[in-house]
């Protein structure tokens, strides 16, 4: 079975530009979560995406949104960079369902350098 | 969403058992312990997870403590594999669970493991 992708794998964007990332989830996997990792912050929890919908939301701004696909695929938009969204941006899939496995899979991650 | 309190970091010779401890003193009935762990240039990955008895798995055991208000995760034999940062994980209503459930992990600052050759 494939694991989790994202793509770019590497990004530098220039303050006020918007960026948008992706994930591909585990084929069969219907829940799709994004997180934020930073130095000083840690790893935070940015929103969750089932069955194309919201399903859970972190504490970000709202120049941070995602969407998800019919195919479970998923995106993630930030608008109006600011130096401090320098960070590895994290996916992780896992089946969403009642009864189903309990691990989430994360992919490798996107660096988002902001100049 | 409670909190757990794990050691900044820890040492442990290779092929020796290592014993993680974490606190979670304000843990409710229902939040299920969860470990992950992050290799260094990697994503976090599952380790374990459990209620209230025992776990093991082929990577790791997770004790519980009778009162729940903290566990330890056993690494058996330790491999230079094996070093990363360990997170300690508390998740309250998971969706495996709960039909409409979050897969929300909340992660504290983790703690590093080195592994000696």
């Known amino acids: 079975k494939a694991g989790v992708t994202q793509t770019p794998r590497y990004l530098i964007k220039t303050r006020g530009q918007q960026v948008t990332l992706s994930c591909s989830p585990i084929?069969?996997?219907?829940?799709v979560s994004w997180y934020q990792q930073t130095p000083g912050q840690g790893l935070q929890f940015l929103f969750e995406y089932f069955s194309e919908t919201q399903r859970n939301k972190g504490n970000f701004p709202g120049r941070f949104s995602g969407r998800q696909f019919s195919n479970s695929r998923s995106e993630m938009n930030v608008s109006t960079l600011e130096l401090g969204d320098s960070a590895l941006y994290l996916c992780a899939s896992s089946s969403g369902l009642a009864g189903g496995p309990r691990e989430q899979y994360f992919g490798p991650g996107t660096r988002l350098t902001v100049t | 969403d409670a909190k757990t309190t794990q050691p900044n970091s820890m040492e442990s010779n290779e092929e020796e058992p290592v014993h993680l401890p974490c606190n979670h003193s304000?843990?409710?009935?229902?939040?299920?312990i969860h470990w992950y762990r992050q290799l260094p240039s990697q994503g976090p990955e599952y380790v374990i997870h459990?209620?209230?008895s025992n776990v093991n798995n082929r990577m790791a055991s997770l004790a519980i403590a009778e009162d729940r208000k903290s566990s330890t995760l056993i690494l058996h034999r330790a491999t230079l594999r094996d070093a990363a940062v360990y997170y300690c994980i508390l998740r309250a209503s998971p969706s495996y669970i709960t039909q409409g459930g979050s897969e929300k992990l909340v992660f504290g600052k983790g703690m590093k493991l080195t592994v000696n050759p």
């Open positions: 459990g209620l209230t």
């Open positions: 304000t843990i409710s009935g229902t939040d299920y």
């Open positions: 084929s069969g996997h219907r829940s």
